[in-house]
Structures are given as C-alpha cells and as structure tokens.
C-alpha cells in the first residue's frame, strides 16, 4: 500500500505484527524516484528480547543482490511516547536494537548512499528475532525528494 501527496510517498515496511520467534524482513521500497528515504519504525507492547535492525540494498524489490546498506545513525524517543523531540544515536556495524516498549526510531537514508554505480536502488529494513518474547513492531518508509516517475513503476514488491 502506498499514499502518495504532493511530497512524498508514504509505503508500507513491515504490517503491525507481533515477530515472536521469528526474524521480519520488510517490503522493498525503490528508490528510482526519491533522492531520500526516511525509514520509521514503531514498537508497541515489548516483552523483553532484543530484535537487531538492518538496512538491505538491492538492485530491484525482488531483492536481487541483496546487501547491506551502511549507516551510522538514528533517531529515537527510546520509550518516551510523550517526547516532542527524537534523539540522534550513533549505530555500530549499521545495526542497532528493538528493546523499549511504545518507542520510535527513525534512519535517513539519503539514495546516494546506496551503491548506485552497481545499479542497487532498493533498500528494506529487516528485523531480527526478539526470541520468544511478545514484541509488537511495525514499520513505514516515506519517501521522498521525489524525481520524476510514471504512474505505473513498481514502488515495492
């Protein structure tokens, strides 16, 4: 699903879901029209485990040769559902932790960051296992800084 307005184009990550047990790896986003890609994800009830987050890059939302896409912060309210401001964090090795109930975080990606000369042009957040805790998740990327694009290119797969 995918809501577009004059600005930016809003495109589902990952559905609420409950990831008990297993890892969640969401949709692909093409970044074909969009100069940047801001990557919201929100937690609800967190039972207690800890889910890695990544960023994949790929050459189409089919996620053919699928990498990983490097960077080096994000925003978050880490708990505070109250909080006006998010807080930038430093990540290490492109990764960080899912662990506070009723949090948000936030990555910017700006598509130059990708590996354009190799044609990758896709990115998706993927999510590792909390383990057997009942942890709540969902994810949305907004595009934006948007080119040119037909009607009937593919957004996502």
């Known amino acids: 699903m995918r809501v577009t ?11 609420p879901l409950n990831i008990t047990g297993s890892a969640k790896d969401g949709n ?3 970044l074909k029209h969009a100069g940047h890609v801001t ?9 207690g485990g800890t889910s ?3 960023v994949n890059q790929a050459t189409a939302v089919a996620g053919t040769s699928e990498k990983a ?4 912060y994000m ?3 880490d708990g505070a559902a109250g909080a006006t401001a998010l807080t930038k964090t430093a990540v290490t090795s492109n990764t960080f932790n899912l662990d506070t109930a009723n949090s948000m975080y936030v990555i910017e990606i700006d598509t130059d960051t990708l590996d354009v000369d190799s044609g990758f042009d896709c990115v998706q957040l993927a999510l590792a296992t909390p383990g057997s805790n009942n942890d709540f998740v969902s994810a949305s990327y907004v595009l934006s800084q948007a080119r040119f694009m037909n009607p009937s290119d593919e957004l996502t797969d």
Not at 5 to 15: A, H
Not at 69 to 72: D, N, P, Q, R, T
């Open 5 to 15: 307005n004059e600005n930016v184009i809003i495109v589902e990550g990952i559905e």
């Open 28 to 30: 692909y986003a093409s």
């Open 39 to 47: 990557i919201v994800i929100q937690t609800g009830a967190w039972a």
């Open 52 to 54: 890695a987050v990544t």
């Open 69 to 72: 896409l490097a960077f080096s």
């Open 75 to 77: 925003w978050t309210n």
